[in-house]
Each structure stands twice: as C-alpha cells, then as structure tokens.
C-alpha cells in the first residue's frame, strides 16, 4: 500500500464500517494527526459519537453519496461486496484497502511495532502490554480490541517509534502487519467459516512468523504444542514463555481469594522479579508471562513491568465486575470459544460464591456448529445455565443449528440448561432462582452484557 502517515496529510479517508472497535481506532489516530476523516456505520454509537467530536464526518447507514470528495475508502472483511459505498468507489476508481492493510500502512511508521496474536488472549496480553510501555514513558500508539480505562478508550495516539495492537487472524488479516515483535500465545481451532481446519490456522500464524524480520523477535508460548512446533521454525530471535516450559517461566504461583495470581518471574532459570496479578486466572498468567518476555526485549525496568502489571484491573468485557444486587455478584466475560469459556469458569472455582448461574449467548452459527460437541463439553462446574438465542454477527440463520439445539445436547451432559429466546423472559428467570451469595455470569461476543445490566438495574 502506498500511504505514508507522516506525509499524506491532505488525503481524505473514509471508513465502511467507522464504528467497529478497530477502525474507529484507526480513525481516531487520523483525526488526531490532523487527518481527514469520514466513515459510516448501521448505527451509531458511543464510539461513532467520540469520533464525531474529534472531527469526523459520521453516517449512519451506507450510502454511496456518503463517499464525498475521498481519497481512500478503508472496509472491513466484514463489509459484503453489494455494499453501496463499495459500489461507488469501485465506479470512482478510489483506492480501496482492508482494515488490515491500511494498520500495516500505518505501522511502516514505527520501529518497534508489537503485534499480539493468538486465537485467545489477544486483548488482555495487548491491554498488560499497553500499562507496562505508559508505566516506562515509552510513549506508545496503543491500538486494543476493547475498551481500557488507562488509555479512556481503545486507542492512543502516541508520538514515539512505539506501537501495540493487537494481530488477529480473522481471514488471515495479521499477515498485512509490520511486526517487529510478534507474540503467539495460542492456537486453536476458530474461524472456521474460513479457515478449512485446524492445520491451516497453524500454517497461517507460521507465515505470521515469517514477517518477523532477522533482528526481531517471535515471543511463543512454550505450553502451547503448535505454538512451540512452529517457533522451531522461526529464522528471528526466539522467547519462549510457559508455566511447564520455556526461556521465562513462572514459579511458586499463589491465588488471592479473586483467583488473581502472584508468582516469581524466571529468566533462564534464574530469578527475575514477582509480580501480583490483578486479573483471575491462571490462563492469565501465560498472557502476563507474553507481556513480561516482550517488556524484556524492549529493555523495560523491572519496576515499570511490576507497577504496569499491577495497575492493569482488566479490559472492559474481560471477566469485567459489573455489580452486586441483593448479595448476587455480576461479572461480564467476552468468551465465545470454549477453550475461552473453559478458562472463565476455571477462573471462577477461585472467586467466592455459592452456585453460579451463567448466561451464554454463542457468537455465530458457523462457530457454534463447528465446535458444537466442544460447547456442549465447555460448561463443566455451572450450576444452572442459560443458553440466549446465537448473535448472528455477520452471518444469515439457515437452520442448521440453533441455540435450542445446543441447550439439549448440554443438558444431556447433567446441566441444568435451557434456552431463553427474549433477554426481559432471562431476567425474569435469574430474577426468581437467584439468591444472596449466588454469582452470575454473562458470557459471549454479542450483547449478552445487556442481560447482566437489565438485572441490575430491575
């Protein structure tokens, strides 16, 4: 792509699709380097309005009179072919680039660009990244999947030769980054509307690699069997994390009673520094052991990696504390994958409560179908589960599969499962089974977080 951020400041670009979290981003660092911005949305937002208080030129809805006086139009790999602006700019002949290309454009600017990956964790390990590099005034450009108070958003522009974003490998999307750092801190079976299976997701993050150039560095969780299979090939510099293995490891592990986790940090095997946790988990300690290996390669104090990594309470969405009514504590987590979900609920065996009740709302049909047998299994230690309706998300119901469908097959597993098509009947529901000491749970990629609010709120 021929775009260079630091000159091409009399461009005027437009965004189909401004409002998603990533290119409401990146539109937010054009407005704020004195770009011209436009870009439209089906509805608005509280991002779509920020945007629009920046400067930005906001419709709701597309249109192909939306595309005035524009140089560049950035789409999604969302964003379907008859869409109307995309019409017009193939008529107009204006330069088009995916949401993908245009971030790898805009990292050509910076010299150490860390680009996090994996099929789960991106946000937390990008979200710890973030606190630690503004602990040491590194100054960063901070572009995250969700909303983190520390930076009052999902973005910052900064002004230094620092860059963090999250790399995600929907529809190969990361391949368009610039990494000088790359982080694997999983892989796993997703996105499998594109992907054929399970060995092209790992042949795909194997070409992620392969960006890294010689003097870079592929951070790679030493736990997970096709991360560490694929590092072996990696022709850069090589850190490896892991709690069982790798080059920084953690040891003497303890859990406060959240479930949030203090340990020592190896190098080599030798001490380095503890650190205290203010996330739950255990899978959250491989994501801080990403962001501590990173923070080595930059050179970062011991001290800011500590203070970073203690300041970090967590991404709004990311087993986020919503509130307590009548002694029933709320917590929001934006898991849609079981191994994610899994993880959740391991978290939760460490937070005190008596039964827990859990709302999950599946995130796509193609997702829940394809790991069907694996959602049934993922729910192990919930006391009373409420499947809601699937977010369709970018996709049409065929009739496949449904949330119907699923609640059965769980509830032949010794659940008490059942599906709740409206959120006002899951409230109703939580409203008469839920008692003093109880936790509930909402769980997904959707709007399942309303149903915790509405409850709340009742």
């Known amino acids: 792509m021929n775009f260079d951020l630091n000159t091409d400041y009399n461009k005027k670009i437009h965004f189909i699709g401004i409002g998603g979290i990533s290119m409401s981003g990146l539109a ?108 040491a005034d590194l100054d960063p450009t901070i572009l995250v999947g969700g909303e983190l108070d520390v930076i009052n958003g999902n973005v910052r522009t900064g002004k230094s030769e620092y860059f963090i974003t999250e790399a995600c490998e929907y529809k190969a999307s990361f391949l368009s980054f610039y990494p000088y750092i790359g982080v694997i801190l999983n892989i796993d079976a997703d996105h499998l509307d ?22 870079g560095y592929l951070v790679a969780n030493a736990d997970d069997k096709r991360t560490a299979e694929i590092a072996k090939t990696a022709s850069c510099n090589v850190v490896t994390f892991g709690i069982d293995s790798g080059d920084v490891t953690a040891k003497n592990i303890k859990f406060d009673n959240r479930g949030c986790a203090f340990f020592d940090v190896f190098k080599a095997g030798t001490f380095i520094l503890s650190v205290k946790l203010n996330v739950p988990g255990k899978h959250n300690i491989l994501n801080a052991l990403a962001a501590i290996s990173s923070s080595f390669i930059l050179n970062i104090s011991n001290n800011s990696i500590i203070s970073g990594l203690q ?11 919503k509130g307590t009514k009548n002694g029933v504590v709320v917590i929001d987590d934006y898991a849609h994958h079981p191994t994610e979900i899994k993880a ?48 369709a998300a970018r996709e049409k119901d065929t009739g496949i599969v449904s949330s119907e469908m699923l609640s059965d097959s769980i509830s032949k597993t010794g659940i008490s499962c059942k599906n709740i098509h409206d959120f006002n009947d899951v409230v109703a529901c939580l409203d008469k089974e839920l008692n003093e000491g109880d936790l509930l749970l909402t769980v997904g990629a959707g709007n399942v977080f309303e149903i915790g609010e509405m409850y709340l709120n009742n």
């Open 28 to 135: 937010e660092i054009l407005l704020l380097r004195g770009y011209k911005v436009s870009g439209s949305d089906m509805k608005a937002s509280s991002l779509t309005e920020k945007l629009s208080k920046l400067g930005g030129e906001i419709y709701i809805g597309h249109n192909n009179q939306n595309l005035k006086n524009v140089d560049i139009v950035i789409y999604t790999a969302a964003i379907p072919n008859s869409n109307p602006e995309i019409i017009a700019a193939k008529e107009l002949n204006i330069p088009m680039y995916t949401r993908a290309e245009f971030l790898g454009a805009i990292m050509k600017g910076h010299k150490y660009n860390v680009a996090i990956s994996g099929t789960h964790g991106k946000t937390t390990t990008t979200s710890m990244i973030s606190h630690i590099t503004l602990s």
């Open 194 to 215: 594109f992907y054929k299976d399970i060995d092209e997701i790992q042949a795909t993050f194997k070409k992620f690699i392969n960006l890294i150039p010689k003097d």
């Open 311 to 321: 300041n970090f309470g967590g991404t709004h969405r990311r087993f986020e504390y």
């Open 344 to 391: 959740t609920l391991a978290a939760i065996k460490n937070y005190p409560h008596k039964k827990v009740f859990c709302v999950f709302q599946p995130h796509t049909y193609s997702r829940t179908i394809s790991l069907f047998d694996e959602f049934t299994n993922a729910f192990q230690g919930v006391d009373n589960l409420i499947l809601a309706d699937i977010y």
